[in-house]
């Protein structure tokens, strides 16, 4: 390219720190990079934006991933790329997005020290159902665009603090996600470790090749019974070493202490699974004759008969086939009675989450969870609390949009 027309090119450029206030104002940190809480220097507007700074130099395949489905999605529940910046200086690449005060991983983890505080303070109810609501329906949105999440958690489930868009869930960090076909195709190896492994559905840990929408419903039932208890269902010890491995038998293991052993009659094609016999050879089924999830979420005062217990058995199916889908979620009878869902998950509720702090440039985030193995990976909002106020209910949501076309060499296929 030539010289001159670079150095022009260089000095039109919009720079990030021309534009925006975000120094000392650091919200989260992870292996892509950095999240920035930012303030336009203009005064144009007094919006709140998150600047991610992506780690390295360059657009990696993820980021690309991110950036060509952040520019087509377009839905209430999924997380809106404003813009995107590339600096030829240093060839950082910043992508801004809406700054989101909350995320689900904050918010449980402040209800998870209530309890170890001893004086325990549940989700609201009301709350729960909302969250998952608009969770079923942003993933609804993107199933019905061919789009898998694969990274569904806590962390990456955003929620709008004070604004037009006040307790409006946002699903966010699409690096993992991928274009899917039907008929299902199998999927390449290009990522060694595809959703963190407490969330991560039962055909995965078998070495599943045509998984499909199904795991990020398990990974929503998983959410789900995290939002009711304040604990993560399945939680076990984590490995950092990513491995090609898909088996891992620490975490079949509490699924299976929390589920019980899938019977032949409940998930028949088991036996079809890649990583079957080792599960013959490491697994007894009388080991887990008593478990089941009733047991447990008894044991959190969940009934079984209720309609929120009978909803989370559908999105914990051990057979893929056979777990709901988010339509038929969000058509379950668990949204039909009071309180019903609302588009401000707030609404009615008066717990004052704490604001989130800023970090250090060198401090790691979180240090003590991390000690716990709880797993974190912060996205493009921090954690700020006001008081909640009632909202209309939350009927008028759009299940889907246009159907998106994008480049299916750029995401992965």
């Not at 809406?98 to 918010?107: N, P, S, V």
């Not at 914990?316 to 949204?335: C, V, W």
Request: glycine fraction near 6%; charge should be positive; aromatic fraction near 10%.
């Amino acid at each position: 390219m030539d010289y001159d027309f670079k150095t022009k090119l260089a000095a039109e450029r919009e720079k990030v720190e021309d534009l925006f206030e975000y120094e000392g104002c650091k919200v989260g940190r992870g292996t892509y990079g950095h999240v920035y809480k930012a303030k336009r220097k203009d005064g144009k507007d007094e919006k709140e934006y998150a600047l991610k700074q992506i780690e390295g130099t360059g657009i990696s395949m993820s980021a690309c991933r991110e950036i060509a489905l952040l520019r087509e999605l377009k839905h209430p529940n999924v997380i809106a790329l404003q813009k995107v910046f590339l600096s030829h200086s240093d060839r950082k690449v910043w992508l801004l997005f809406d700054y989101a005060e909350h995320d689900l991983w904050h918010i449980i983890k402040f209800h998870r020290a209530s309890k170890a505080n001893k004086k325990p303070m549940q989700l609201p109810r009301g709350m729960v159902k909302s969250l998952l609501y608009q969770i079923l329906d942003g993933i609804h949105y993107l199933h019905g665009n061919w789009v898998l999440h694969r990274d569904l958690k806590p962390a990456n489930i955003l929620v709008m603090g004070e604004g037009p868009e006040r307790g409006r869930v946002k699903i966010a960090d699409m690096g993992f996600a991928r274009l899917f076909n039907s008929p299902l195709k199998p999927l390449a190896d290009l990522d060694p470790v595809v959703v963190t492994f407490w969330y991560r559905a039962p055909e995965l840990l078998l070495g599943a090749r045509h998984y499909t929408k199904a795991i990020d419903i398990w990974a929503i039932g998983c959410i789900f019974a995290e939002l009711l208890t304040s604990e993560p269902i399945f939680h076990c010890r984590q490995e950092d070493i990513k491995t090609s491995n898909p088996f891992h038998h620490d975490q079949l293991d509490r699924i299976f202490s929390v589920m019980g052993f899938p019977a032949d009659k409940d998930w028949e094609d088991i036996r079809k699974m890649p990583e079957y016999p080792t599960l013959q050879k490491d697994f007894r089924r009388t080991t887990y004759a008593n478990s089941s999830l009733i047991k447990y979420m008894e044991k959190h005062k969940v009934k079984p008969d209720s309609k929120v217990f009978l909803l989370l058995q559908k999105l914990l199916t051990m057979d893929p086939t056979k777990r709901i889908t988010s339509e038929q979620a969000l058509q379950d009878p668990y949204f039909l009675e009071d309180p019903l869902p609302t588009s401000d998950v707030f609404a009615g509720c008066q717990i004052p989450y704490p604001k989130r702090e800023f970090l250090n440039e060198d401090e790691p985030e979180e240090k003590t969870e991390k000690v716990k193995h709880f797993p974190r990976s912060v996205s493009v909002g921090g954690t700020m609390g006001n008081q909640c106020r009632s909202s209309c209910y939350f009927r008028t949501m759009t299940a889907f949009g246009p159907k998106i076309e994008l480049s299916h060499s750029l995401l992965g296929m």
